[in-house]
């Protein structure tokens, strides 16, 4: 794939400003009408979906080069879908399918991806994961555990922490917390240890694709080698790669689902049973790569002849088919909570801020982003927001500090784990 075989959006896209906001029907008020954290950021009309079109369209006819500021305005994006989802719904665009382009482009132009994304590309090439930690403490957060060792004995289902629950001291008990109320429910689980590796997600979001597709396939690989039915994950980001882009790497002989919706089927079949009340307000957060990103990707290969029409047909994904009733099912059958929404939910959350590269590279950005979402939180009346994604809690919990709030950041696997 290239920028050329996009031409056709690039061209043809209208500049109607719909990427920049929540599609009409679902907005609730004013000041969250936006969809787009980086056009709020920057408030030009380069840092949008449509502005960027403009700037593919440019690189791809010669018409401007690779410079320092087109550089952040490619990268200046958490790559959240928000414009892609309200681009399905009134237009024919590949928002979020362009933007991957745009960073791949400056990858084989030898100008990406930025030196605030180098040290976690090469800890992921040296280690095995992002966070500059050698590969031997990946399993630290199981070490007290009595589980299945995957590479000595067989079972049905792997448990894939990912990098972050894995490392961060601060998240393990997320891990531990969804192993042992696996165990409970009677699953047959097992792990890996330090033969973990990362999903890879970090090198695709900066643009460098054969790095991807060495990691996922080594990944599919070994998993294949195992003979699990399902691989099982805490991690939004996880989920969403092994999810909508494993698929087109290798043939999977595996089901992949995220933690939540085991988690939901188990409430639901009565294996896991609620005995203890749990008195708090709670708002969830929907994570990009969990919600709208939580689609199976559309691997279409072929033309566009015209408005809705191609060659062979393609589905448009809307974002709508993600993870989204399995966390406010638990949420509403835990004894003791009180849930309520926030205004921009479901395909058309608001992003925290923490994606694409975006923490690492610009991190004012994210802190903006993230204080932005738990401002929206606030106004629900809640105590603590709810959600399941490492990125998601890790910069959530900064806009709450940076913003003097007393929001909890909490994870949903804790509080089942409270309530059983």
């Not at 920028?3 to 008020?29: I, Q």
């Not at 957060?141 to 000595?152: G, M, T």
């Not at 929907?286 to 279409?300: A, S």
């Amino acid at each position: 794939m290239s920028l050329e075989k996009y031409r056709w959006d690039l061209v043809n896209c209208e500049r109607c400003s719909m990427c920049k906001w929540v599609h009409p029907w679902s907005v609730k008020s004013h000041d969250r009408a936006r969809i787009c954290p980086s056009m709020q950021e920057y408030l030009y009309d380069a840092y949008s979906a449509q502005g960027r079109f403009d700037v593919a369209r440019a690189l791809l006819e010669g018409e401007i080069e690779l410079t320092d500021k087109v550089l952040e305005v490619i990268y200046a994006c958490t790559l959240c879908g928000g414009c892609d989802v309200t681009c399905k719904f009134t237009r024919d665009m590949e928002p979020l399918e362009v933007l991957h382009e745009l960073r791949k482009y400056a990858v084989e132009q030898g100008k990406g991806p930025l030196p605030g994304h180098m040290p976690a590309v090469d800890s992921i090439r040296k280690n095995g994961n992002p966070w500059l930690q050698p590969k031997t403490r990946r399993a630290h957060w199981a070490r007290n555990l009595k589980v299945k060792d995957l590479n000595k004995e067989k079972a049905e289902v792997l448990y894939f922490a990912g990098c972050t629950y894995s490392y961060n001291a601060n998240l393990q008990n997320v891990a531990r917390a969804t192993l042992r109320i696996l165990q409970s429910a009677g699953i047959d689980v097992g792990i890996l240890g330090n033969n973990d590796a990362c999903c890879a997600s970090p090198v695709l979001k900066v643009g460098m694709d054969e790095m991807f597709f060495e990691h996922a396939r080594s990944n599919v690989k070994l998993f294949n080698s195992l003979g699990v039915k399902k691989v099982i994950t805490s991690c939004a980001g996880c989920y969403g790669i092994f999810q909508g882009h494993y698929p087109g790497v290798e043939t999977m002989n595996y089901e992949v689902v995220h933690s939540v919706n085991l988690l939901d089927q188990l409430i639901r079949e009565g294996k896991l049973k609620f005995k203890n009340k749990v008195p708090m307000k709670v708002t969830w957060h929907d994570p990009c790569h969990l919600g709208r990103g939580g689609e199976k990707e559309d691997l279409w290969e072929g033309e566009r002849l015209k408005w809705g029409l191609s060659d062979p047909p393609r589905q448009r994904n809307f974002g709508s088919n993600g993870v989204f009733d399995a966390p406010r099912n638990i949420l509403q059958a835990i004894p003791g909570i009180e849930f309520t929404e926030m205004e921009r939910i479901r395909e058309f959350s608001w992003c925290c801020g923490a994606g694409g590269g975006v923490k690492s590279a610009f991190p004012e950005f994210a802190l903006h982003s993230a204080q932005e979402r738990i401002a929206e939180a606030t106004d629900t009346g809640a105590e603590a927001v709810v959600t399941s994604c490492p990125w998601c809690e890790l910069n959530l919990a900064d806009g709450a500090a940076a913003s003097d709030s007393a929001l909890k950041i909490v994870s949903l696997v804790e509080l089942i784990e409270k309530a059983l």
